[in-house]
Structure formats: C-alpha cells, structure tokens
C-alpha cells in the first residue's frame, strides 16, 4: 500500500484514445476527486485537434511538446 500511495505523489500518465476528448475527461476528472497527491506530475498525451479544458485552478502547466499530430502536455496538480 505503501508503495501504491508513493507512485499517486510521483506521476500520473494518460494516454486514452484519439477523438474523443477522453484526455480532456480524464483532467477533468482529476480535477473533481481526490486521486492524486499535491505536487504530482501529471502527463497527458492528446490529439493536436483536441482541447483540453481549463486546468489553471488545479493544475499548472510545465510544457508541452508535438510529436507529429499528437502533443504531450505536462502538469503539476497545485497543492491546495
């Protein structure tokens, strides 16, 4: 258990399927619970065509890189 709530401080990392906003679901749903611990990295990769929403309450932007017609955006959850 230990080892479990280590990891949830350290990085979470989505990749879901392209087109359908799941990325964009998938912050907003970490945005709404409590599944990860203040400070942790959250990675996210998407479609160039997709937008994600607006994460600045909960999240703060590091970077962002395209990878041909994907990007991989990088967050950390604010510690509240």
Same mark, same amino acid.
């Given at each position: 258990?230990?080892?479990?709530?280590?990891? =949830?401080?350290?990085?979470?990392?989505?990749?879901?399927?392209?087109? =359908?906003?799941?990325?964009?679901?998938?912050?907003?749903?970490?945005? &709404? @619970?409590?599944?990860?611990?203040?400070?942790?990295?959250?990675?996210?990769? @998407? #479609?160039? &065509?997709? #937008?994600?929403?607006?994460?600045?309450?909960?999240? #703060?932007?590091?970077?962002?890189?395209? @990878?041909?017609? #994907?990007?991989?955006?990088?967050?950390? @959850?604010?510690?509240?």
């Amino acid at each position: 258990l230990t080892d479990v709530l280590e990891f =949830r401080r350290v990085l979470f990392r989505s990749d879901p399927p392209y087109g =359908r906003d799941l990325a964009k679901k998938a912050l907003k749903t970490l945005m &709404a @619970y409590d599944i990860v611990q203040p400070d942790c990295l959250i990675i996210v990769q @998407y #479609s160039a &065509a997709e #937008s994600l929403p607006d994460v600045e309450e909960r999240f #703060s932007f590091i970077k962002q890189k395209r @990878y041909g017609r #994907s990007l991989l955006g990088i967050f950390q @959850y604010k510690n509240l």
